[in-house]
């Protein structure tokens, strides 16, 4: 187990951590987020004990790092940003060093070498010189490196970073495999990667505790996403006598017109959490000769929840800076190639932009009145 408790690191008259307290229970595998800066690989620095906090304290299975380090740091196995190898070794050559240094015994080295290389699929390269190897298996000899000595802890920063799509899969299922065993501690700015792997997930921002949930309990907490949206054939008066026999319906937002087929209309209908209108909605719309062209589930996706989490957004600042964001980190995914699936995110920018702007005592507004401020 991992406590972290009121660590602060100060460089000058900047926190680059500031009072930040977290656990990290035995066997779980925790996700450490933040934007760049936020202060990730400091607190995982102090954790380890590679620098020294300014206040406060970390404890590992109950032992101060600052106090005992050469105990509690038995403890951990330690895969840094950039993880220290030495490229002119052989990569057994390498492994072998590190197992010395972890005072993994002469007689049991070869045997430990051969294991952790079986484990992180680096067998294959054992005799090749770190330094031609790729990307991807060099990451994968850092955390051999971190397995070395078989620590309870892995704690792990950004260790997809750089790799390539295949890549960044087969290093996912390695660290699950290691969760079966491990308590893991990893930092990444891959929502999906977080979400994929962990159990938890811990948001920092500024060197501060944004929160600390599951990964659906962030989502959920975010922004009401509970709806759908639906495009519909036929006559806009039978459209809404259709939709008021239907129990659940918070808001209705109705989309430009300019947006949508002759003769059919759009619509997000938001309802109340766990209500599952679809069925309902169906036959109604059904029974009111409005033939239903679309239905999508509303989904707010992980991203969403840490922009607003760690920026602002959401309920507390309205829909119009979060939609500012999100264009944003549209650019930013383009870039980085990780621009995912479009249409949720134009749902989930749909919903959020609702969420912070609809008196939710209204039962129907155009959504050309909700965004009026904008304009
Ligand atoms: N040795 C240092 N001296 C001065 N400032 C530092 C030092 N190390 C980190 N900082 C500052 O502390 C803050 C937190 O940095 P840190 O590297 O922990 O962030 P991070 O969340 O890991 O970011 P990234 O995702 O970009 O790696 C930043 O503002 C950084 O500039």
Redesign the pocket.
Known sequence: MIEVKNLVKR?GN?A?VNDLSFTVETGKVVGFL??????????MNMITGYIAPTEGEVLIDGIDIMDEPELAKKNIGYLP?IPPLYPDLKVREYLSFVAELKKVSKKDRDIEVHKIMSKTKTLDVSERLIKHLSKGYKQRVGLAGAMMGNPDILILD?PTVGLDPSQIIEMRELIRELSKNHTVLL?S?IMQEISAVCDEIIIINE?KMITKDTPENITKKMVDTNGVHVVVKGDKTKLKEALRTISGIKNVSYDNDKDTEEDTTGLTIYCAEDEDIRVDLFYALAKAECPLIEMNKLDTSLEDAFLALTRGGSKQYGGRKLKKLKSEKKDKAETEGELQNENENQNSEKNADISGELDVSETEKNSSDMEGGEK
């Open positions: 460089y900047h680059a933040g934007p760049n800066g936020a202060g990730k690989s400091t607190t940003e950004e930092s700015h060197g």
